[in-house]
């Protein structure tokens, strides 16, 4: 091993006052009637100091029956849960900001990380000179768990016949540091330790879980089946799992050590779904340049999962409904999209755990760059690109609104600096992250969902900034060290700092990065790592045609919420007559101003092929430009180095010259978009243009629709919107020998399709003069219905059929006056577009289609037209769909409709009906979903908040 390697192993120290080397997991019971567990578990603790006579292990909801020391020693035990008493006695206040403090108080107050657990186990008299001598501790612990409130979820549909004719499974699930939750263990991820799983299951059941399967030996009866599971590589608590049913079992047939399960009669959309794992493999072993680390890898498919994809030590469990054939379009990408990222976690958050929780951003930010890699592999760049700018975009926006989003919490000493930067949270000076921040982020357990989830999109693109600065090659040789230097530590026997080098630190990672790259990254880490907020431009340019200079300004406002102030290099790139040139300009203050020399001469009536960037030479016309100047467009930060946002005025011919002309498709979203603040025609013909450009990037000419609708109502006066939508869908959709007849579905061309699917829903928005929606675009969006034919397609049209849907309902306007109870008094518009939902809502009920996709369009259409007056407001038909049974996404649209109809009609009766579900639905995912609904829509005035955060008792 290396000299740097074993200095990484002594920078970990455990808080605790035992090391764990291995543990037995022992399940003997699972009882789906009462949806119960029971078993044991047997820890292998090393003492670490002497005269210690406690030892706390993490576990909640289990009933705890007894505790042994070495099988010898009787060992008597306190088992405490603060979170379930977080406020419950207190009578004076009642504030959020009071309950945040006090829940975050609990959780530290359990923190195995701090040396903490829910079980307190004291050690007998007799047992103390094991502890004093340092040999080692088998603590046996007997448990079990009945109807689980999170952790472990059964499904047992309610039918005729046994458990495994029924379906009825289970499987394990939870967030970071949950697997305390359905067995005692030391729940953290810096406590790595080899394992022994076992799980006895009635004989039709098949237990899948992590390591290898050794052997299945049965009872002497043959009604039960025990599974044995060896893991020889050690792992931490929070990657194991199981899942338990009447699985089918495909042995991937590229790969023999891949095995696919899924639920009874699913086995042809497993084959299907799953035939593309292989190239994940490929691709992934080959760009880090080793071996995926374990000797086996499943995947199993199980029903109401709480998430779509959770990836465990060499098993991911996955939910069912991401399956599908090869007649469905659009759920391929988001599966293999998933399937791709759980694989990336096998080797970076399954093999390699963060060390602690400020380090998580490491092992979420290598899985998701990797996978990023392979999209583009996959969907090549300019899909990889859309990715990147999409979740920019989607940061940009969560951090003006709620704060900077901070990847490490605690405060580090970068490599070759004295100084001890970083305190989890920015100044107020540089960016305000505390107004909208409720809970601290400083724990799995307190941080909140979203924030997450922004954490790890943040912690993505931090990555691609540092391939960005030290180049891919490198980033991916730092990535193969680290895994090198954990499959070196895997290996060897257990000694007290052995496994350090399966955590990753952050620390850690800064210093292999410098020694790999030679750059100092120190700023740049600071800047991105330790405090939060992105960087805002706003830009404008000046061409002085005397000195023939662009005389540039850029300005940073650092005091609002979410903003970061920027000192550095910034590059910006000028398109000029004569060919496309980049300049860096030196960012050191909040108004930075620049002149750029041009490299051309303004061309008044000369006409000559001008350069691209990427080499490619076009002729354009110049006659809507400036005569005396020679830029048609200007850029900043086109490689997106910075988390930024960049607000750029020019004048409306440079966007549409952009649009037309830059090939990056960042560029030409970012023109499409500027070009809405600019309603004329000059802008209606380039947005037609690319709409109908087939060589121009599908999500860019779906964006262009969309577009183009908001021009169209800026334009209402001069320009008849609908009839251009409507032409330009039948000169791309047309039959070739009469354009007015859409031809048959065919949509083996992706892009056209999902183009298809755009331009209605996009033509359903555009008004006229009075606010209302033509009768020629309803007319025609009602025809596209009647006449869909898809016979000879070989594809399925569900999702074209619910675009279709939605487009219908985008047709809605507010009622004049509510309406009657009787249809007779419906508008002639909205009785077709009601008598199209319904005859579309009864059809799905006799040829349902996959993920009931039309059915969940129609119950959206009935919510716009209750909520526009068209109808009476009932929502007797949401609860019905809403019910426990219905597909799931199904339950979910109705629940939203519900909760859109509690925030108009503030009925209280439907919101305790919505609250008893999210206390009683027997599907975790549908609680919390509703909670989220109601988050999103709160059903108070927001202007009462800081009661909300402040009030006393009440």
């Not at 850029?635 to 004048?651: G, H």
């Amino acid at each position: 091993m290396s000299r740097g390697a074993k200095r990484q192993d002594r920078s970990f120290e455990s808080p605790r006052d035992f090391r764990l080397s291995h543990q037995i997991l022992c399940i003997t019971g699972v009882n789906f009637s009462r949806k119960s567990i029971i078993g044991y578990v047997e820890l292998h603790l090393l003492p670490l100091r002497s005269n210690v006579n406690r030892i706390k292990i993490n576990s909640k909801q289990c009933r705890i029956y007894r505790a042994c020391i070495n099988e010898v020693w009787e060992a008597s035990f306190l088992y405490s849960d603060p979170t379930l008493a977080v406020c419950q006695n207190e009578a004076k206040q009642h504030d959020l900001n009071y309950f945040s403090a006090c829940h975050y108080d609990a959780v530290s107050f359990v923190d195995p990380d701090k040396g903490n657990g829910e079980l307190n186990i004291k050690i007998p008299q007799d047992a103390m000179y094991l502890v004093n001598e340092q040999k080692m501790l088998r603590v046996s612990i007997e448990f079990s768990l009945e109807r689980p409130s999170g952790g472990m979820h059964f499904v047992v549909p309610e039918m005729e016949g046994s458990m495994a004719e029924r379906g009825a499974h289970m499987f394990t699930y939870g967030i970071e540091n949950a697997c305390r939750l359905w067995f005692p263990c030391i729940d953290s991820y810096s406590e790595p330790c080899t394992w022994k799983l076992e799980f006895t299951v009635d004989a039709a059941m098949i237990a899948v879980s992590c390591g290898d399967l050794i052997e299945t030996v049965y009872t002497p009866d043959m009604k039960k089946k025990t599974f044995h599971y060896v893991l020889n590589l050690p792992t931490s608590a929070a990657n194991i799992a199981l899942a338990v049913g009447p699985f089918e079992v495909l042995v991937d047939p590229y790969m023999p050590e891949v095995t696919h399960f899924c639920l009874p009669k699913l086995m042809p959309l497993l084959e299907h779904t799953t035939e593309y794992l292989h190239q994940a493999f490929d691709f992934l072993e080959e760009s880090l340049g080793t071996r995926y680390p374990f000797s086996y890898y499943k995947q199993v498919f199980v029903d109401e999962a709480f998430v779509d994809a959770a990836a465990y030590m060499s098993v991911t469990i996955f939910n069912t409904n991401l399956l599908h054939s090869s007649r469905i379009i659009d759920q391929t990408f988001l599966t293999r999209r998933l399937m791709a990222q759980a694989l990336a976690e096998q080797f970076f958050g399954c093999f390699i755990n963060p060390e602690t929780w400020s380090d998580a951003w490491l092992t979420k930010g290598i899985s998701k760059y990797l996978t990023g890699l392979l999209l583009k592999k996959t969907f090549g760049v300019n899909e990889y690109r859309y990715h990147i700018n999409r979740e920019l975009t989607d940061l940009c926006n969560y951090e003006q609104e709620i704060g900077g989003v901070v990847l490490h919490t605690d405060p580090i000493q970068l490599p070759g600096v004295k100084e001890i930067i970083g305190t989890g949270n920015p100044t107020v000076d540089e960016v305000n992250t505390g107004n909208n921040l409720y809970f601290p982020n400083k724990h799995p357990h307190t941080i909140s969902w979203k924030y997450m989830e922004m954490r790890e999109i943040k912690a993505h693109l931090v990555m691609r900034l540092i391939e960005l600065k030290i180049g891919q090659d490198l980033i991916l040789q730092v990535f193969n060290k680290l895994l090198s230097l954990a499959t070196q530590a895997a290996t060897q026997k257990f000694l007290y700092d052995t496994w350090s080098n399966m955590l990753i630190s952050t620390l850690g990672f800064l210093k292999l990065l410098s020694t790999v790259s030679g750059k100092d990254l120190n700023a740049f880490l600071d800047q991105w790592l330790c405090r939060g907020g992105i960087v805002q431009f706003q830009g404008s340019f000046h061409f002085n045609r005397k000195r023939n200079v662009v005389e540039l300004e850029l300005r940073q406002d650092p005091g609002r919420t979410g903003i970061a102030r920027y000192v550095g290099p910034l590059q910006v790139t000028i398109q000029e007559l004569d060919g496309s040139f980049t300049h860096t300009l030196q960012v050191e203050d909040n108004l930075t101003k620049g002149e750029i020399t041009c490299h051309s001469k303004s061309r008044r009536h000369k006409k000559k092929k001008i350069p691209l960037i990427n080499g490619e030479e076009v002729d354009m016309d110049l006659s809507a430009m400036d005569a005396d100047s020679p830029v048609l467009w200007i850029r900043v930060d086109t490689e997106m180095t910075l988390l930024r946002q960049v607000i750029f005025q020019q004048p409306d011919y440079q966007w549409q010259y952009q649009l037309r002309y830059e090939r990056d498709i960042v560029a030409q979203i970012e023109a499409i978009q500027n070009l809405e603040n600019f309603a004329s025609q000059p802008s209606v013909g380039t947005l037609t243009e690319t709409i109908e450009n087939d060589q121009c990037f599908y999500r860019v000419r779906m964006t262009a629709a969309h577009s183009l609708t908001k021009i169209a109502n800026g334009l209402v006066a001069s320009y008849s919107g609908h009839t251009a939508m409507i032409a330009i869908f039948k000169r791309l959709f047309g039959a070739y020998s009469c354009p007015d007849i859409v031809r048959q579905n065919k949509f083996s061309n992706f892009q056209s399709y999902f183009l298809q699917k755009t331009i209605p829903v996009a033509l359903a928005k555009i008004r006229n003069a009075h606010g209302l929606c033509p009768k020629e675009s309803l007319a025609f969006l009602v025809e596209l219905i009647k006449y869909n034919d898809n016979n000879r397609n070989k594809f399925s049209d569900n999702y074209y059929r619910a675009a279709l849907i939605d487009a219908l309902t985008g047709t809605v306007t507010p009622a004049v006056a509510m309406v009657s109870t009787s249809t007779e008094s419906l508008t002639p518009e909205t009785k077709q577009v009601l008598e199209e939902v319904t005859r579309c809502l009864n059809l799905e009920k006799l040829l349902p289609c996959y993920h009931h996709t039309v059915t969940v369009a129609c119950l959206k259409a009935i919510r716009t037209l209750q909520k526009n007056g068209h109808l009476p407001s009932d929502p007797t038909l949401f609860q019905t769909y809403a019910q426990y049974g219905h597909f799931m996404e199904i339950r979910l649209a109705a629940l939203e409709a519900l909760v859109d109809y509690v925030k108009v009609e503030t009925n209280a009766d439907i919101l305790s009906w919505l609250l008893d579900i999210v206390e009683q639905d027997p599907v975790p995912t549908v609680r919390h979903t509703v909670l989220h609904m109601l988050i999103r829509n709160p059903l108070f005035n927001l202007q009462l908040r800081p009661m909300l955060t402040s009030c006393h008792g009440y």
